[in-house]
């Protein structure tokens, strides 16, 4: 069976990617995402591999590891403590507070962008006719069975 060298694509669930997924995709499928803001995932890769312990901050809140799938509830809790700690703490109490928490929704909305587009890109990667991986599988695993039939 054909894989990456950056991911075994089969472990990958198409409607809610890891950050770690979302990495693989957007390398190889760079052209499928030009006009979006990558940087969040360059970022929150940096933010586990070297200030949280081996996992990122979504929204700036939520503690996540880069092989977490995102899934619509993961996001819905980021939003939900988000907008509890904006309530608790009463909003930035100075420039730098106000300029970390737009910074933190930015980026979250570059990466709900990204996962927004990702199964679609996914899909035609994979099922490309001619050069998609399952494609390929799928064909080779047909000639095989042609093969086998016609001897």
């Not at 940096?46 to 312990?53: A, T």
């Not at 962008?113 to 799928?138: F, K, Q």
Request: hydrophobic residues 30%; glycine residues 6%.
């Amino acid at each position: 069976m054909t894989t990456t060298n950056l991911l075994s694509y089969i472990d990958v669930d198409p409607s809610n990617p890891s950050l770690k997924d979302m990495i693989w995709l957007t390398q190889i499928g760079e052209k499928y995402f030009t006009d979006l803001d990558l940087s969040v995932l360059t970022e929150y890769q940096h933010n586990s591999q070297n200030f949280g312990h081996g996992k990122y901050f979504l929204y700036g809140q939520l503690q996540v590891l880069p092989t977490t799938p995102i899934t619509k509830n993961l996001l819905e809790e980021a939003e939900t403590l988000n907008n509890n700690r904006l309530y608790e703490y009463g909003g930035p109490c100075n420039s730098f507070e106000a300029q970390s928490i737009e910074r933190s929704k930015r980026l979250y909305q570059n990466l709900v962008l990204i996962i927004d587009r990702y199964e679609d890109v996914y899909n035609e990667i994979m099922y490309a006719p001619g050069t998609g991986i399952e494609y390929l599988d799928a064909k080779e695993r047909f000639e095989e069975s042609t093969r086998i039939h016609t001897k």
